[in-house]
């Protein structure tokens, strides 16, 4: 398997038919065979996906103890890397139930940081995931799946825009660079100082200087953060690139969870990257996979 990611699912989105876990294995199956994805799969979302009958017969699937048992911990492990990358993984899909009180257990946070400070994809809901293969199999030279349309719908919808301080510099480069990408958007949406530098930045190039670029929220501590996620719950927001400064503790870590819950609330309708390099890998895809 060329890449391989942790597989996850609360409770919650595996116990019905209609769960999250199998809707998005229902619309990314072929993606998954196409790209031979490899899953390293804790034990009850594994028996889950068995039960259902679903990815019958494909080899990539594989059991992990439960996370009871120290499934999640060993996939932590793994997204650092083990034994020489032997056992490295390239991100994880964890879709989480944000009033299960195992979404904020140590290992989903630490799950989710890793993936950060790696630059690897951390996929919490059904629709970054989805939006994730769909980028991978641009990236492999797939012609497009007309059912991941709507996740390239920019003129219809809205983008925030968010970056810790120390992540600020990046963010801007990031803009800068796939400055008419972005520009295609209804509209995008930010927090305090990262909304006024990134209109500063789009008035340098032309941007019309009595428009803004970015519709300005309050700062982060300030309740920004909040304000976002209400936009995403009313899904008036359909993309948060959001990046994380994870070697610092912050004051606001309750209002910036409170954007993350807000984005697993609505799972088939937010994406989320948190990753420049993610990002960025995104924004090439798009590109190449045009309208």
């Given at each position: ?9 609360n409770?919650?989105?595996h116990?019905?038919?209609d ?9 990314c ?8 994805l ?9 028996d889950?996906?068995t039960?259902a009958?679903?990815l ?14 120290g ?14 990358d ?9 879709l ?10 140590p ?7 890793q993936c ?6 951390f ?7 989805r ?5 991978e199999?641009i990236?492999a ?11 390239y719908d920019?003129?219809n919808?809205t983008?925030?825009l968010?970056?810790?301080d120390a ?17 295609r958007?209804?509209r ?5 100082t ?10 340098s190039?032309?941007w019309?200087?009595d428009k803004?670029?970015?519709d ?23 993309r ?20 993350e819950?807000?984005?697993t ?15 960025q890998r995104?924004c090439d ?7």
């Amino acid at each position: 398997m060329s890449i391989c990611l942790g597989l996850a699912a609360n409770k919650l989105h595996h116990q019905t038919e209609d769960a999250a876990l199998f809707s998005l294995l229902r619309a990314c199956e072929a993606g998954i065979r196409e790209l031979k994805l490899g899953f390293h799969t804790v034990g009850r979302t594994y028996d889950a996906i068995t039960a259902a009958s679903m990815l019958q017969g494909y080899k990539g699937l594989v059991r992990y103890p439960y996370g009871r048992e120290g499934g999640l911990m060993k996939l932590v492990a793994e997204v650092v890397g083990m034994e020489g990358d032997e056992r490295a993984l390239d991100g994880a899909i964890y879709l989480m139930d944000p009033v299960d009180p195992s979404s904020i257990f140590p290992e989903a946070l630490a799950m989710k940081r890793q993936c950060v400070i790696h630059g690897k994809p951390f996929l919490s809901t059904v629709a970054s995931a989805r939006d994730w293969i769909e980028m991978e199999r641009i990236h492999a030279g797939f012609a497009r799946d007309r059912n991941a349309d709507r996740f390239y719908d920019y003129e219809n919808q809205t983008l925030a825009l968010i970056a810790h301080d120390a992540m600020k510099p990046t963010m801007m480069d990031f803009a800068e660079r796939n400055f008419d990408l972005l520009s295609r958007y209804r509209r995008r949406v930010g927090t305090g100082t990262t909304g006024q530098k990134l209109n500063e930045m789009a008035w340098s190039k032309g941007w019309p200087t009595d428009k803004p670029w970015v519709d300005r929220y309050n700062s982060g501590p300030l309740g920004g953060d909040a304000q976002i996620a209400d936009l995403v719950l009313e899904k008036r927001c359909h993309r948060a690139i959001f990046f994380e400064d994870p070697h610092v503790a912050r004051q606001h870590e309750a209002d910036i969870q409170l954007l993350e819950r807000a984005v697993t609330t609505v799972t088939h309708d937010a994406v989320c990257s948190t990753s420049p390099k993610v990002a960025q890998r995104w924004c090439d895809a798009a590109v190449q996979r045009g309208t």
